[in-house]
């Protein structure tokens, strides 16, 4: 069948339109190549320019199960270096291959709750803290970052500072969003009437002590943090989390 001119060209057109071109994919199977071979052929690959320290040295096998596009064999790289104790430094339109412990001294990218990186790249990230003091998330998190990773909190500004792969920052971050919560602790006045304020805090502090739940609670930061007598008034001064002050009053009362 003979089709016209403009006919043939519409159609064509509609097929470049529908029927997208695939993207070329790549089968790796490197067995105990030398790095420089798995990084000419990343290089090669990603259409990337590539400066490789000369401390970059080693033998690393990749075998993929499967064919991956361009993107997915760039993934696959950045950890097989993280592996061998190495880094990719994006500088420019260049990216410098670096030992893991000279990354985080770079030019690596600093990223955001928008951007935040993917995998095992190496970026930096600046994390607001809003409701505690981040100096006190720094030794809980410290075991978390590697040693060639870095983690510091500047008080200024109450922020942290976290270099590392993308893939653990946003797993710290997501810790510190659910550290970093509105406290419900207050502090009230409970006036008495028919008791001593000073014998009611001393009842008290004695049952905290003496009551296993109790003591356990106080001394992972549940328990009152404040319990005082004010005997001019004859009241007591209770602080702590809403549901502890909820079982000293009902105790008072």
């Known amino acids: 069948m003979n089709f016209p001119g403009y006919l043939f060209s519409a159609i064509l057109l509609w097929f470049a339109l529908v029927l997208p071109a695939q993207a070329e994919t790549v089968t790796l199977n490197l067995k105990d190549a030398d790095i420089s071979a798995l990084i000419s052929t990343v290089a090669e690959v990603a259409d990337k320019k590539v400066i490789v320290d000369p401390r970059v040295k080693g033998k690393v096998p990749v075998v993929s199960s499967r064919p991956m596009n361009s993107d997915e064999v760039y993934q696959v790289f950045l950890s097989i270096l993280k592996v061998h104790g190495f880094a990719a430094v994006p500088s420019g339109e260049v990216i410098k291959i670096v030992p893991d412990v000279n990354a985080k001294q770079d030019g690596i990218p600093t990223t955001t709750d928008a951007n935040p990186g993917r995998g095992d790249q190496m970026v930096t990230r600046v994390v607001q803290v809003d409701n505690v003091t981040a100096a006190q998330l720094v030794p809980i998190l410290r075991p978390l970052v590697p040693q060639q990773g870095h983690l510091a909190a500047y008080p200024a500004t109450n922020v942290l500072i976290i270099s590392d792969r993308a893939r653990n920052v946003e797993r710290l971050v997501s810790i510190i969003r659910r550290i970093d919560q509105v406290s419900d602790s207050e502090i009230e006045v409970i006036a008495l009437q028919h008791a001593s304020a000073t014998e009611v805090v001393r009842v008290l502090s ?48």
């Open 206 to 253: 004695s049952l905290n002590r003496a009551t296993p739940v109790a003591g356990a609670q106080a001394a992972a930061g549940g328990g009152p943090q404040v319990l005082v007598a004010v005997e001019r008034t004859n009241s007591v001064l209770l602080g702590g989390d809403r549901a502890t002050r909820l079982r000293m009053r009902a105790i008072i009362s």
